[in-house]
């Protein structure tokens, strides 16, 4: 790796060989993610430099060459891991598509493919998906993806590559659900509560009073099973559903006050912790 140190430098595209996927060519200095979690699977190869991050109980560590990935729903951090930063290629694997690929490679109906927490280091996998990742990038830059180094089809063979390599050598089906214990059906309650207008202002006595607890209690309570307090959690789900309207490109603005954020700028500093850049420039792109 060059002694340079990376630059805070993002670029989110999508692609139609994967449709419905988010797409990041990325390189991170200082930045540092919040906690969060993405509806799709996360899939990144970190290129150069190191990324460390927190995940499933865990604190790992992402050096280059490797394919740490995120299961859908799973809270997780992400921040540099040495004084340089990070240099990274990261689809966003929409469930549905990954869930197809598996019945198709199995010949038959499989579970979820579930991935386990600890970084994948294998080498070869990583040279798959960066490979992917470039030539549908390239694909998509390319009028009509006419070559040099705009071919569709190659690209498409690329990926489906990348990830049936991934999913044959490193899936597991997805953990049976704990059994439900009593206190599962007030976190149900509670997060319907938060999620049924997403712009009513709610504080948690309401919560704590819509399942019989004290605050302390509920608090304490949502934050153990999901692994963000009721606050934080509101606002990824606010930021997930951000995304629809910003891609269909209504304004900032209008997306802010209708997921429920009290302002733009409230808007963009929760958008830009979780993204890595503003809502304007994630919608432009």
């Known amino acids: 790796m060059s002694d340079r140190p990376f630059r805070n430098s993002v670029r989110y595209w999508r692609t139609p060989l994967l449709p419905g996927a988010d797409m990041v060519t990325a390189e991170y200095l200082d930045h540092e993610f919040a906690p969060h979690w993405h509806d799709a699977y996360t899939i990144p ?27 859908p729903g799973e809270v997780h951090t992400g921040s540099r891991a040495n004084e340089h930063g990070w240099q990274y290629r990261v689809c966003y694997v929409p469930v549905d598509f990954l869930q197809r690929l598996a019945d198709d490679i199995a010949g038959r109906a499989q579970p979820l493919p579930w991935f386990p927490a600890d970084v994948i280091r294998d080498p070869d996998l990583a040279r798959r998906v960066s490979t992917a990742h470039r030539l549908l990038e390239a694909a998509g830059d390319s009028p009509g993806g006419d070559p040099p180094g705009g071919d569709p089809l190659a690209a498409e063979a690329a990926l489906i590559d990348a990830l049936s390599t991934l999913l044959v050598r490193h899936a597991r089906n997805e953990p049976e659900p704990a059994r439900l214990l009593a206190d599962n059906p007030r976190v149900e309650t509670m997060k319907a509560r938060l999620v049924a207008d997403l712009a009513e202002p709610v504080t948690l006595t309401d919560l704590a009073q819509a399942v019989d607890l004290s605050a302390f209690h509920a608090a304490r309570l949502f934050t153990r099973e999901t692994g963000l307090p009721p606050h934080a959690w509101r606002n990824q789900v606010r930021l997930q559903r951000a995304l629809g309207p910003l891609r269909a490109g209504v304004s900032v603005a209008e997306v802010a006050a209708a997921t429920g954020f009290t302002d733009q700028s409230h808007f963009t500093r929760h958008f830009r912790r979780m993204f890595g850049v503003p809502p304007g420039r994630w919608q432009s792109r």
């Open 45 to 71: 190869v970190i290129e150069a430099g190191a990324e460390m991050y927190d995940y499933l109980g865990s604190h790992h560590i992402a050096e280059t060459g490797t394919v740490p990935v995120i299961n």
